[in-house]
Protein backbone atom coordinates (compact mmCIF):
# COMPACT_ATOMS: atom_id res chain seq x y z
CA UNK A 1 0.00 0.00 0.00
CA UNK A 2 2.71 2.22 -0.76
CA UNK A 3 1.83 6.17 -1.85
CA UNK A 4 3.11 8.25 -4.36
CA UNK A 5 4.24 11.16 -2.14
CA UNK A 6 3.28 14.83 -3.65
CA UNK A 7 4.37 14.51 -7.25
CA UNK A 8 3.07 17.93 -8.24
CA UNK A 9 3.44 20.90 -5.53
CA UNK A 10 0.69 22.63 -4.66
CA UNK A 11 1.05 26.17 -4.82
CA UNK A 12 -1.73 29.07 -3.72
CA UNK A 13 -2.51 32.34 -2.42
CA UNK A 14 -2.71 30.77 1.15
CA UNK A 15 -0.62 27.92 0.94
CA UNK A 16 2.32 26.94 -0.57
CA UNK A 17 3.48 23.26 -0.43
CA UNK A 18 7.33 23.96 -1.28
CA UNK A 19 9.33 21.00 -3.17
CA UNK A 20 12.88 22.63 -2.45
CA UNK A 21 14.99 24.37 0.49
CA UNK A 22 15.60 26.91 -1.95
CA UNK A 23 11.95 27.60 -2.95
CA UNK A 24 11.01 27.39 0.60
CA UNK A 25 13.49 30.30 2.17
CA UNK A 26 11.77 32.19 -1.16
CA UNK A 27 8.94 32.09 -0.11
CA UNK A 28 10.15 33.69 3.79
CA UNK A 29 12.66 35.84 1.86
CA UNK A 30 9.16 37.57 -0.03
CA UNK A 31 6.47 36.82 2.98
CA UNK A 32 9.20 36.81 6.83
CA UNK A 33 5.83 36.08 8.75
CA UNK A 34 5.30 32.93 6.47
CA UNK A 35 3.84 29.74 8.88
CA UNK A 36 5.67 27.53 8.78
CA UNK A 37 4.56 23.95 8.92
CA UNK A 38 6.98 20.67 8.72
CA UNK A 39 4.09 17.99 10.16
CA UNK A 40 0.86 20.48 9.84
CA UNK A 41 -0.30 18.66 13.50
CA UNK A 42 -0.16 21.79 15.79
CA UNK A 43 -1.51 24.16 13.81
CA UNK A 44 -4.85 21.70 13.80
CA UNK A 45 -5.87 21.77 17.50
CA UNK A 46 -8.28 24.06 17.99
CA UNK A 47 -6.96 27.20 20.04
CA UNK A 48 -4.24 27.56 17.06
CA UNK A 49 -6.58 27.13 14.16
CA UNK A 50 -8.30 30.31 15.39
CA UNK A 51 -5.26 31.50 15.77
CA UNK A 52 -4.41 30.96 12.64
CA UNK A 53 -7.64 31.93 11.20
CA UNK A 54 -7.19 35.21 12.94
CA UNK A 55 -3.40 36.04 11.98
CA UNK A 56 -4.74 35.44 8.35
CA UNK A 57 -0.97 34.72 7.58
CA UNK A 58 0.23 32.73 4.19
CA UNK A 59 1.10 28.69 5.51
CA UNK A 60 4.20 27.15 3.82
CA UNK A 61 4.32 23.34 4.32
CA UNK A 62 8.19 21.84 4.30
CA UNK A 63 7.12 18.20 4.43
CA UNK A 64 8.13 17.49 0.62
CA UNK A 65 11.40 19.30 0.86
CA UNK A 66 13.65 16.71 -0.05
CA UNK A 67 16.56 18.48 1.63
CA UNK A 68 14.66 18.48 5.06
CA UNK A 69 13.54 15.10 5.07
CA UNK A 70 17.30 13.20 5.25
CA UNK A 71 19.03 11.49 7.95
CA UNK A 72 22.49 11.74 7.70
CA UNK A 73 24.63 9.35 10.33
CA UNK A 74 28.48 10.74 11.40
CA UNK A 75 30.94 9.05 13.62
CA UNK A 76 30.28 12.28 16.13
CA UNK A 77 26.31 13.44 15.69
CA UNK A 78 23.16 12.51 13.93
CA UNK A 79 21.96 15.15 11.46
CA UNK A 80 18.16 15.00 11.13
CA UNK A 81 16.21 17.24 8.88
CA UNK A 82 13.61 19.91 10.07
CA UNK A 83 10.73 17.86 7.79
CA UNK A 84 11.80 14.04 9.08
CA UNK A 85 8.29 12.45 10.92
CA UNK A 86 9.12 11.44 14.55
CA UNK A 87 8.07 7.74 13.40
CA UNK A 88 11.28 7.62 11.11
CA UNK A 89 13.66 9.02 14.04
CA UNK A 90 12.16 6.16 16.56
CA UNK A 91 12.84 3.64 13.16
CA UNK A 92 16.52 4.30 14.07
CA UNK A 93 16.82 2.51 17.15
CA UNK A 94 19.31 2.91 20.04
CA UNK A 95 22.75 2.03 18.00
CA UNK A 96 22.36 5.40 16.40
CA UNK A 97 19.55 7.88 18.77
CA UNK A 98 20.67 7.98 22.58
CA UNK A 99 17.98 6.15 24.03
CA UNK A 100 16.79 8.99 26.31
CA UNK A 101 15.83 10.72 22.80
CA UNK A 102 13.95 7.43 21.32
CA UNK A 103 11.44 7.88 24.95
CA UNK A 104 11.46 11.23 24.47
CA UNK A 105 9.61 10.62 20.91
CA UNK A 106 7.31 8.54 22.23
CA UNK A 107 6.10 11.74 24.35
CA UNK A 108 5.39 13.68 21.39
CA UNK A 109 1.94 12.41 20.66
CA UNK A 110 -0.08 9.20 19.68
CA UNK A 111 1.60 6.77 17.44
CA UNK A 112 -0.63 8.18 14.65
CA UNK A 113 0.21 11.53 15.14
CA UNK A 114 3.92 10.40 15.28
CA UNK A 115 3.89 9.70 11.54
CA UNK A 116 2.89 13.28 10.77
CA UNK A 117 4.68 15.18 13.81
CA UNK A 118 8.30 15.88 13.22
CA UNK A 119 11.11 17.32 15.31
CA UNK A 120 11.83 20.13 13.72
CA UNK A 121 8.04 21.45 14.16
CA UNK A 122 8.06 19.79 17.68
CA UNK A 123 11.34 22.49 18.93
CA UNK A 124 9.32 25.34 16.81
CA UNK A 125 6.02 25.59 19.12
CA UNK A 126 6.05 29.47 19.52
CA UNK A 127 5.57 29.08 23.37
CA UNK A 128 5.87 25.90 24.51
CA UNK A 129 8.80 23.59 24.67
CA UNK A 130 7.80 19.71 24.64
CA UNK A 131 10.21 17.14 26.50
CA UNK A 132 12.20 16.31 23.21
CA UNK A 133 13.55 19.74 23.38
CA UNK A 134 14.43 19.50 27.32
CA UNK A 135 16.22 16.27 26.11
CA UNK A 136 17.88 17.65 23.47
CA UNK A 137 18.97 20.50 25.53
CA UNK A 138 20.91 18.17 28.22
CA UNK A 139 22.55 16.09 25.56
CA UNK A 140 24.18 19.32 23.44
CA UNK A 141 22.00 19.27 20.53
CA UNK A 142 22.27 21.76 17.59
CA UNK A 143 19.77 23.32 15.45
CA UNK A 144 20.93 24.41 12.17
CA UNK A 145 19.13 28.38 11.18
CA UNK A 146 18.64 28.85 7.93
CA UNK A 147 17.02 32.48 6.02
CA UNK A 148 17.57 33.35 2.32
CA UNK A 149 21.29 33.88 2.21
CA UNK A 150 22.59 33.29 5.82
CA UNK A 151 22.77 30.18 7.90
CA UNK A 152 23.70 29.55 11.48
CA UNK A 153 23.93 26.47 13.96
CA UNK A 154 23.45 27.45 17.42
CA UNK A 155 22.71 25.38 20.51
CA UNK A 156 19.30 24.36 21.03
CA UNK A 157 19.36 26.40 24.18
CA UNK A 158 19.54 29.61 22.72
CA UNK A 159 16.23 29.05 20.72
CA UNK A 160 14.61 30.28 23.66
CA UNK A 161 14.15 33.50 25.44
CA UNK A 162 13.96 33.50 29.48
CA UNK A 163 10.07 32.94 29.02
CA UNK A 164 10.39 30.04 26.91
CA UNK A 165 9.34 32.10 23.93
CA UNK A 166 10.96 31.28 20.74
CA UNK A 167 13.86 33.42 19.53
CA UNK A 168 13.30 33.21 15.55
CA UNK A 169 13.87 36.34 13.73
CA UNK A 170 11.79 36.80 10.58
CA UNK A 171 12.39 34.81 7.25
CA UNK A 172 13.82 32.29 9.34
CA UNK A 173 13.27 28.59 9.72
CA UNK A 174 14.59 25.50 11.56
CA UNK A 175 16.45 23.32 8.68
CA UNK A 176 18.49 20.64 10.70
CA UNK A 177 19.05 19.21 14.16
CA UNK A 178 22.23 17.55 15.07
CA UNK A 179 21.95 15.15 17.96
CA UNK A 180 25.45 14.00 19.35
CA UNK A 181 25.86 10.34 19.13
CA UNK A 182 27.72 10.21 22.63
CA UNK A 183 26.83 7.32 24.94
CA UNK A 184 24.94 7.64 28.25
CA UNK A 185 24.38 4.68 29.79
CA UNK A 186 22.52 5.60 32.26
CA UNK A 187 19.38 7.71 31.92
CA UNK A 188 15.82 8.42 33.26
CA UNK A 189 12.99 10.73 30.86
CA UNK A 190 9.91 11.09 33.56
CA UNK A 191 7.07 13.34 31.89
CA UNK A 192 4.39 14.24 34.53
CA UNK A 193 1.02 15.88 33.26
CA UNK A 194 0.79 16.86 29.48
CA UNK A 195 2.92 19.26 28.39
CA UNK A 196 1.00 19.22 24.65
CA UNK A 197 -1.23 21.83 24.24
CA UNK A 198 -0.46 24.37 25.91
CA UNK A 199 -2.31 25.48 29.22
CA UNK A 200 -1.80 21.77 31.61
CA UNK A 201 0.40 21.96 34.40
CA UNK A 202 3.10 19.45 33.69
CA UNK A 203 6.92 18.75 34.33
CA UNK A 204 9.52 16.97 32.80
CA UNK A 205 12.84 15.61 34.40
CA UNK A 206 15.59 14.39 32.32
CA UNK A 207 18.46 12.88 33.93
CA UNK A 208 21.48 11.31 32.05
CA UNK A 209 24.71 10.25 33.14
CA UNK A 210 27.90 8.47 32.10
CA UNK A 211 29.67 6.01 34.51
CA UNK A 212 32.66 3.77 33.88
CA UNK A 213 32.67 1.08 35.99
CA UNK A 214 32.79 3.16 39.91
CA UNK A 215 33.03 6.42 38.66
CA UNK A 216 30.37 9.03 37.70
CA UNK A 217 32.44 10.58 34.40
CA UNK A 218 29.41 13.05 34.26
CA UNK A 219 25.81 13.79 35.25
CA UNK A 220 23.50 16.38 33.39
CA UNK A 221 19.61 16.94 34.72
CA UNK A 222 17.07 19.21 33.76
CA UNK A 223 13.83 19.99 35.12
CA UNK A 224 11.02 21.96 33.11
CA UNK A 225 8.11 23.37 34.04
CA UNK A 226 5.00 23.74 31.84
CA UNK A 227 6.70 23.67 29.17
CA UNK A 228 8.64 27.18 30.03
CA UNK A 229 10.66 27.29 33.10
CA UNK A 230 14.09 25.26 33.30
CA UNK A 231 16.25 24.37 35.65
CA UNK A 232 19.32 23.06 35.41
CA UNK A 233 22.18 22.81 38.39
CA UNK A 234 24.86 22.83 35.58
CA UNK A 235 27.41 23.86 38.47
CA UNK A 236 26.50 20.92 40.76
CA UNK A 237 26.64 18.80 37.92
CA UNK A 238 30.33 20.04 37.25
CA UNK A 239 30.92 19.57 41.12
CA UNK A 240 29.81 15.55 40.80
CA UNK A 241 32.19 14.95 37.52
CA UNK A 242 34.80 12.00 38.68
CA UNK A 243 33.24 10.96 42.01
CA UNK A 244 33.08 7.31 43.21
CA UNK A 245 29.96 5.72 43.17
CA UNK A 246 27.85 5.08 44.67
CA UNK A 247 27.23 8.60 45.77
CA UNK A 248 27.90 9.47 49.28
CA UNK A 249 24.91 10.78 50.59
CA UNK A 250 26.50 14.62 51.27
CA UNK A 251 27.28 14.51 46.94
CA UNK A 252 23.18 13.31 46.41
CA UNK A 253 22.35 16.00 49.27
CA UNK A 254 24.34 18.73 47.34
CA UNK A 255 22.90 18.26 43.97
CA UNK A 256 19.72 18.46 45.25
CA UNK A 257 19.54 21.47 47.25
CA UNK A 258 21.37 23.17 44.15
CA UNK A 259 18.27 22.50 42.29
CA UNK A 260 15.99 23.51 45.24
CA UNK A 261 17.77 26.64 46.03
CA UNK A 262 16.54 27.63 42.11
CA UNK A 263 13.99 30.55 43.12
CA UNK A 264 12.08 29.15 40.34
CA UNK A 265 11.97 26.03 42.12
CA UNK A 266 9.61 27.34 44.63
CA UNK A 267 8.06 30.13 42.09
CA UNK A 268 7.07 27.52 39.54
CA UNK A 269 6.57 24.28 40.90
CA UNK A 270 3.62 23.20 43.17
CA UNK A 271 4.13 21.55 46.35
CA UNK A 272 3.49 18.39 43.89
CA UNK A 273 6.22 19.05 41.11
CA UNK A 274 8.31 20.07 43.82
CA UNK A 275 8.47 16.46 45.17
CA UNK A 276 8.58 14.70 42.21
CA UNK A 277 11.60 16.98 40.86
CA UNK A 278 13.60 16.21 44.08
CA UNK A 279 12.39 12.55 44.28
CA UNK A 280 13.00 11.83 40.42
CA UNK A 281 16.90 12.87 41.04
CA UNK A 282 17.38 11.51 44.39
CA UNK A 283 16.18 7.74 43.14
CA UNK A 284 18.46 8.28 39.82
CA UNK A 285 21.28 9.35 41.87
CA UNK A 286 20.69 6.23 44.27
CA UNK A 287 20.37 4.04 41.06
CA UNK A 288 24.09 4.88 39.84
CA UNK A 289 25.33 2.40 42.57
CA UNK B 1 -7.52 25.08 -4.24
CA UNK B 2 -7.84 22.02 -5.81
CA UNK B 3 -6.28 18.29 -4.14
CA UNK B 4 -6.27 14.90 -5.92
CA UNK B 5 -6.04 11.56 -4.02
CA UNK B 6 -7.29 8.15 -3.99
CA UNK B 7 -9.74 7.43 -1.20
CA UNK B 8 -9.90 3.43 -0.72
CA UNK B 9 -9.09 3.20 -4.78
CA UNK B 10 -11.43 5.65 -6.17
CA UNK B 11 -10.06 8.80 -7.54
CA UNK B 12 -11.39 11.99 -5.70
CA UNK B 13 -10.90 16.16 -6.48
CA UNK B 14 -11.80 18.31 -4.09
CA UNK B 15 -11.58 22.15 -3.16
CA UNK B 16 -9.66 22.44 0.14
CA UNK B 17 -8.88 25.42 2.47
CA UNK B 18 -5.19 26.02 3.85
CA UNK B 19 -6.00 25.21 6.94
CA UNK B 20 -8.83 22.36 6.30
CA UNK B 21 -7.97 19.10 7.95
CA UNK B 22 -8.52 15.88 6.41
CA UNK B 23 -11.33 14.78 7.86
CA UNK B 24 -13.23 17.88 6.13
CA UNK B 25 -12.26 15.53 2.39
CA UNK B 26 -13.68 12.44 3.65
CA UNK B 27 -17.53 11.50 3.05
CA UNK B 28 -18.96 11.12 5.74
CA UNK B 29 -19.83 7.48 5.88
CA UNK B 30 -15.79 7.46 5.88
CA UNK B 31 -15.40 9.74 8.72
CA UNK B 32 -15.50 8.00 12.15
CA UNK B 33 -16.74 9.30 15.13
CA UNK B 34 -13.67 10.60 16.44
CA UNK B 35 -14.04 14.11 17.69
CA UNK B 36 -11.09 14.79 20.10
CA UNK B 37 -9.54 16.92 17.13
CA UNK B 38 -5.72 16.31 18.85
CA UNK B 39 -5.19 12.69 17.47
CA UNK B 40 -5.79 11.29 20.87
CA UNK B 41 -8.97 8.78 20.44
CA UNK B 42 -7.35 7.33 17.16
CA UNK B 43 -11.37 6.94 15.99
CA UNK B 44 -10.47 8.99 12.70
CA UNK B 45 -7.18 7.41 11.67
CA UNK B 46 -6.80 6.99 8.28
CA UNK B 47 -4.01 5.34 6.26
CA UNK B 48 -2.28 8.03 3.93
CA UNK B 49 1.03 6.74 1.39
CA UNK B 50 1.13 3.52 3.85
CA UNK B 51 1.21 5.49 7.17
CA UNK B 52 -1.74 5.33 9.58
CA UNK B 53 -2.20 9.49 10.83
CA UNK B 54 -5.11 10.97 12.89
CA UNK B 55 -7.62 13.08 10.00
CA UNK B 56 -8.59 15.43 12.56
CA UNK B 57 -4.42 16.59 12.87
CA UNK B 58 -3.78 15.94 9.24
CA UNK B 59 -4.03 18.93 7.15
CA UNK B 60 -6.14 18.63 3.97
CA UNK B 61 -3.80 19.33 1.71
CA UNK B 62 -0.75 16.41 2.76
CA UNK B 63 -3.80 14.19 1.01
CA UNK B 64 -2.56 15.77 -2.35
CA UNK B 65 -1.30 13.29 -4.95
CA UNK B 66 -1.63 10.27 -1.86
CA UNK B 67 -3.49 7.00 -2.18
CA UNK B 68 -5.61 6.86 1.43
CA UNK B 69 -7.70 4.69 3.44
CA UNK B 70 -10.42 3.95 5.60
CA UNK B 71 -10.84 1.27 7.79
CA UNK B 72 -14.01 0.12 5.49
CA UNK B 73 -11.76 0.31 2.70
CA UNK B 74 -9.24 -2.66 4.03
CA UNK B 75 -11.46 -5.48 3.72
CA UNK B 76 -9.04 -6.81 1.32
CA UNK B 77 -5.93 -6.12 2.83
CA UNK B 78 -4.45 -9.26 4.44
CA UNK B 79 -3.25 -7.81 7.40
CA UNK B 80 -6.23 -5.97 8.13
CA UNK B 81 -8.24 -9.47 7.67
CA UNK B 82 -5.51 -11.20 10.07
CA UNK B 83 -6.41 -8.17 12.60
CA UNK B 84 -10.34 -8.63 12.62
CA UNK B 85 -10.14 -12.55 12.49
CA UNK B 86 -7.65 -11.97 15.40
CA UNK B 87 -10.18 -9.58 17.30
CA UNK B 88 -13.40 -11.51 16.68
CA UNK B 89 -11.25 -14.34 18.47
CA UNK B 90 -10.40 -12.55 21.48
CA UNK B 91 -13.86 -10.72 21.41
CA UNK B 92 -13.23 -7.32 20.50
CA UNK B 93 -15.35 -6.97 17.82
CA UNK B 94 -18.24 -6.12 20.56
CA UNK B 95 -17.42 -2.27 20.53
CA UNK B 96 -18.47 -0.99 17.43
CA UNK B 97 -17.27 2.92 18.81
CA UNK B 98 -13.60 2.02 19.22
CA UNK B 99 -13.28 -0.26 16.44
CA UNK B 100 -11.71 1.91 13.69
CA UNK B 101 -9.72 2.77 16.48
CA UNK B 102 -8.32 -0.47 17.92
CA UNK B 103 -8.15 -1.84 14.46
CA UNK B 104 -6.21 1.32 13.22
CA UNK B 105 -3.79 0.98 15.90
CA UNK B 106 -3.33 -2.50 15.43
CA UNK B 107 -2.66 -2.23 12.09
CA UNK B 108 -0.04 0.56 12.71
CA UNK B 109 1.77 -2.14 15.57
CA UNK B 110 2.02 -4.65 12.95
CA UNK B 111 3.04 -2.39 10.29
CA UNK B 112 6.05 -1.11 12.04
CA UNK B 113 6.88 -4.05 14.34
CA UNK B 114 6.70 -7.61 13.09
CA UNK B 115 6.24 -9.88 16.13
CA UNK B 116 5.45 -7.07 18.99
CA UNK B 117 6.27 -7.72 22.59
CA UNK B 118 3.93 -6.77 25.17
CA UNK B 119 5.99 -3.84 26.44
CA UNK B 120 6.35 -2.64 22.81
CA UNK B 121 2.60 -3.05 22.09
CA UNK B 122 2.22 -1.03 25.56
CA UNK B 123 4.63 1.65 24.15
CA UNK B 124 2.06 2.10 21.09
CA UNK B 125 -1.17 2.04 23.17
CA UNK B 126 -0.27 4.01 25.92
CA UNK B 127 -2.44 6.83 24.70
CA UNK B 128 -5.58 5.06 23.37
CA UNK B 129 -8.27 4.80 25.85
CA UNK B 130 -11.50 2.87 25.53
CA UNK B 131 -14.13 1.66 27.90
CA UNK B 132 -14.90 -1.65 26.20
CA UNK B 133 -11.47 -3.37 25.72
CA UNK B 134 -9.54 -4.03 28.25
CA UNK B 135 -5.52 -3.49 27.81
CA UNK B 136 -4.86 -7.42 27.98
CA UNK B 137 -7.29 -8.25 25.38
CA UNK B 138 -6.13 -5.34 22.55
CA UNK B 139 -2.50 -6.80 23.41
CA UNK B 140 -3.61 -10.17 23.03
CA UNK B 141 -5.70 -9.64 19.74
CA UNK B 142 -2.72 -8.09 18.51
CA UNK B 143 -0.24 -10.85 19.15
CA UNK B 144 -2.75 -13.25 17.57
CA UNK B 145 -2.98 -11.29 14.77
CA UNK B 146 0.49 -10.67 14.14
CA UNK B 147 1.24 -14.41 14.88
CA UNK B 148 -1.15 -15.23 12.43
CA UNK B 149 -0.31 -12.47 9.53
CA UNK B 150 3.26 -13.16 9.70
CA UNK B 151 3.44 -16.71 10.43
CA UNK B 152 1.67 -17.44 7.31
CA UNK B 153 3.70 -15.09 5.58
CA UNK B 154 6.60 -16.97 6.72
CA UNK B 155 5.38 -20.19 5.44
CA UNK B 156 4.83 -18.58 1.66
CA UNK B 157 0.88 -19.21 2.20
CA UNK B 158 -0.34 -15.75 2.40
CA UNK B 159 1.01 -12.33 1.16
CA UNK B 160 0.21 -8.82 2.80
Request: aromatic share 4%; net charge neutral; glycine share 8%.
Amino acid sequence: MGGSADSRPLHGDDLVVAASLSDALQVLRREPDTEVHAGGTSFLDRERLQTHVDRDVPILAIHAVRELRRIIKREIDVEIGAAVPCSRLRELGGRVLPEIVLSALDDIGPPPVRNLATIGGALCLPTLQLPIGAVLEIIDARVEIRRHGNSRTIPITQMRDESGSLRLGPGEIVTRIRIPRRRWNRYELHVFGRPYPEGDPSLTVALVAQTDKAVLNELRCIFMSDGHTVIRPVEAETDLMGRNLPLTERDRRGIIAAVERDPRFGEELDDLGRWRASNSLRLFLQSLA
Amino acid sequence: MTIEFTLNGEPQTILIEADDNALTCLPAPFRGEGRCLDGGCGRCSIIVSGRVVPACNTPAYRLHNSEVFTVDGLETDRLYQSIRRAFEKVGLDRCREAWSAMVMLAYQILSEVENPTEAEIQRYSRYFESRCAAREEFDRAVRLAGRVHFGRRRHGRERR
